[in-house]
């Protein structure tokens, strides 16, 4: 895809982050589309979209990205002092504490620490769709290992169980708290259930493309349905689930799960960020310092059970700083199988949003870090540049 094809803006210093976005771009079939946003000490300097029929408004499936507005929403009820994440699950949800459960606390679930990663027999897509229903199958479920030994994603069910203590602590979903603490207020383009009129705006998320060879070989290596992988990818229900189909389900869209249900822009994922950490057009920031210390805390480390050496979190979050070493230590956000990839690093002020409509087929982004670093060299540039000036 030519330079031309790049539209949106830049602020000055931020050319070369124009030129990485158009260069990941380029790289790909020149239909599926991506955007890129990104802030900078609550300005937005980056505001770039690419591709047929993506505007810089457009929405797609973002997955586990969804876990970063999930967490949102269960660090500001631990601000407001209604949860505990040191508490046990099943002080809030009895039914919880069946099959070797009843010590797994919060801080567990969100650290991908509870062994909760699944249930035996699958989820099928449409039990995968509502958090309601995960909990309740989850609820009798034993852990895959004993719980604090050791970290797993739960990739599409771990936000069913923290949905299910906010339900039992405030007679609310979680999906409705962002929308009224969160979403609504600062106007985000982040939808934890989209509405049916915002539909139109929703662009499906596409299948990945590659060589017939490649993909040969890269199933011939893949987890088996039953492994631990596989289960915590939702691989060993009858049929497997279907990734692409599921993001594009008008239900899933609907019911907004919040492990991997969100739909959002690049726009809307940074502006998120910049809210939570630095306040959006004039509001406060969303998190107090000592809240977003402890939810930007390195908490598992060292490889994951199911993904591998990437695992790396703080709490509910990704321990982004040390997927980017150029990053802080504190900073935080989540991606998305889809290829999304959304942070802040409240040391930097910089908040970052990518989304990309098409697949990698082996889950393989390396656009992130190539564009991750133009940011962050643009960003760094600048704020010398101000400080030289004055």
């Known amino acids: 895809m030519s330079e031309l094809a790049i539209q949106g803006t830049v602020a000055d210093g931020f050319d070369e982050v124009r030129e990485e976005f158009a260069a990941a771009v380029a790289a790909e079939d020149g239909e599926s589309g991506a955007q890129l946003a990104a802030y900078v000490g609550g300005r937005q300097m980056v505001d770039l979209w690419a ?6 408004d457009t929405l ?44 797994i606390t919060l801080r567990d679930v969100l650290s991908h620490r509870s062994g909760v990663i699944g249930v035996d027999g699958g989820l099928t897509a449409a039990e995968l ?21 050791a970290c797993g994603y739960g990739g599409f069910v771990s936000f069913a169980i923290v949905g299910e203590v906010i339900r039992r ?18 106007g985000l383009d982040v939808h934890l259930g989209l509405p049916e009129a915002l539909e139109d705006r929703y662009r499906e998320v596409l299948p990945g493309l590659a060589d017939p060879e490649d993909l040969a070989a890269f199933w011939a290596n893949a987890p088996g349905p039953h492994s631990i992988t596989g289960i915590g990818y939702g691989l060993n229900s009858t049929p497997p689930l279907d990734q ?41 920031p969303l998190l107090k310092p000592d ?74 982004y390396p656009e992130h870090d190539h564009l991750a670093a133009a940011v962050h060299r643009a960003a760094t540039a600048s704020r010398a540049g101000t400080l030289r000036r004055a």
Do not use: C
């Open 51 to 56: 591709g047929d029929g993506v505007a810089g």
């Open 291 to 364: 809240v977003l210390g402890e939810f930007t805390m390195l908490h598992s480390t060292g490889g994951d059970l199911v993904v591998g050496p990437h695992g790396q979190y703080a709490l509910g979050f990704q321990a982004k700083g040390l997927r980017y070493p150029f990053l802080s230590a504190r900073a935080f956000g989540h991606n998305g199988s889809a290829g999304s990839e959304a942070f802040a690093d409240p040391h930097n002020g910089i908040a970052f949003g990518y989304t990309r409509r098409r697949f990698s087929f082996n889950w393989s």
């Open 60 to 103: 797609t499936g973002v997955y586990s990205s969804t876990k970063g507005a999930a967490t949102l929403v269960v660090a500001l009820l631990v601000q407001d002092g209604v949860l505990d994440v040191d508490e046990p699950v099943a002080e809030r949800w009895p039914e919880f504490a069946a099959a070797g459960k009843a010590e």
């Open 244 to 284: 692409v189909a599921f993001a594009n389900t008008r239900r899933v869209r609907a019911l907004g799960q919040a492990s991997g249900g969100g739909v959002a822009s690049a726009r809307g994922l940074a502006a998120m960020y910049t809210a939570a950490v630095s306040g959006l057009d004039g509001r406060p």
């Open 129 to 149: 769709a509502d958090d309601r229903v995960i909990a309740a199958r989850l609820a009798g479920q034993r852990p895959y290992w004993r719980p604090g030994t």
């Open 169 to 186: 602590a405030t007679g609310r979903s979680l999906q409705e708290i962002f929308e009224e603490r969160v979403r609504a207020p600062h």
